[in-house]
């Protein structure tokens, strides 16, 4: 499947897009966590460019070829989300078909909480709601132990020095422990290894974490649009009822809980990731433009 590239001038910056498919495809709009980058969809770009849709995949700002603003409040979630409507108002009146995974879930909960007459469907894979994630790790001192590396990523130039040393080993063992055998290959490590070697990469990508101190959306507030929330249950780093009580905080939800699987259930069962979404957005389809 052909791809091409583009590189969107939003929001005061520069966004690289892998884009495949229709271009007046049903358009879907695939954002990555960390510390990938649009890769990170490989497995479901194909999938859907060869069912008519336009797949949109950018690198979000901070990671591989996007823009890398200096500082810490540049990533702050009201710029993430900001960045994100700006790039859906290219689309024109078309309402996107919205699926996040990780700190794209973060952003895609946000967009779909603040910015709900701009999305179509909202599809999340091991991202709680924001509040419940909040309240969780305020009371649950599992979450806050499996959250742990976040306040690890506090710390001014340790965690970028840690990571980079013998060839990003530290992201790299990160990525294969958390995940089942067979998830990552080598040659998916090289290409994540060329994006972390970008300049300036590691400290945006950590200057995700932060930033979030500095977050002025509120995280309370019913979901209103379909939402399909995917969650593979052998998580290490998020509990699994944050799954049920976000969905419940859905008024038109679906909760798939993938049982042998981990955070990185996309990439480990490919095949069942997309068909849940395949059939969850065909049966939600509206047809509606903006």
Not at 161 to 187: D, P, Q, T, V
Request: charged content about 20%; overall charge positive; glycine content about 6%.
């Amino acid at each position: 499947m052909d791809t091409e590239e583009h590189y969107h001038q939003v929001n005061g910056m520069t966004l690289h897009t892998v884009e495949a498919g229709d271009k007046e495809g049903e358009p879907i709009l695939f954002l990555h966590g960390f510390p990938e980058f649009w890769h990170g969809w490989k497995n479901q770009f194909s999938f859907f460019a060869q069912r008519g849709y336009r797949v949109i995949m950018p690198d979000q700002r901070g990671y591989n070829l996007s823009s890398k603003p200096p500082g810490t409040r540049p990533y702050c979630l009201q710029h993430l989300v900001a960045d994100i409507v700006a790039l859906i108002s290219r689309l024109g009146n078309r309402k996107p078909i919205l699926v996040g995974h990780d700190w794209g879930g973060v952003v895609a909960w946000q967009l779909a909480m603040h910015h709900p007459q701009l999305l179509q469907q909202l599809v999340i894979i091991n991202m709680p709601h924001p509040d419940v994630f909040h309240q969780t790790l305020k009371k649950n001192i599992v979450q806050m132990a499996r959250s742990s590396y976040a306040a690890f990523f506090q710390l001014p130039f340790l965690p970028e020095w840690l990571s980079r040393i013998f060839c990003f080993a530290l992201l790299e063992r990160s990525m294969l422990k958390s995940s089942k055998n067979g998830a990552f290959s080598k040659e998916d490590m090289d290409a994540y290894k060329r994006a972390w070697q970008q300049p300036h990469a590691l400290t945006a990508m950590i200057n995700w974490y932060r930033a979030y101190k500095y977050n002025t959306l509120s995280s309370a507030g019913m979901i209103d649009l379909p939402t399909l929330l995917i969650w593979g249950k052998q998580d290490r780093y998020l509990l699994p009822q944050m799954a049920q009580q976000s969905i419940d905080r859905c008024l038109n939800g679906k909760l798939v809980m993938v049982e042998d699987a981990t955070h990185w259930v996309h990439h480990e069962q490919p095949q069942l990731v997309n068909t849940h979404i395949h059939q969850f957005i065909t049966r939600h389809y509206t047809g509606k433009g903006g």
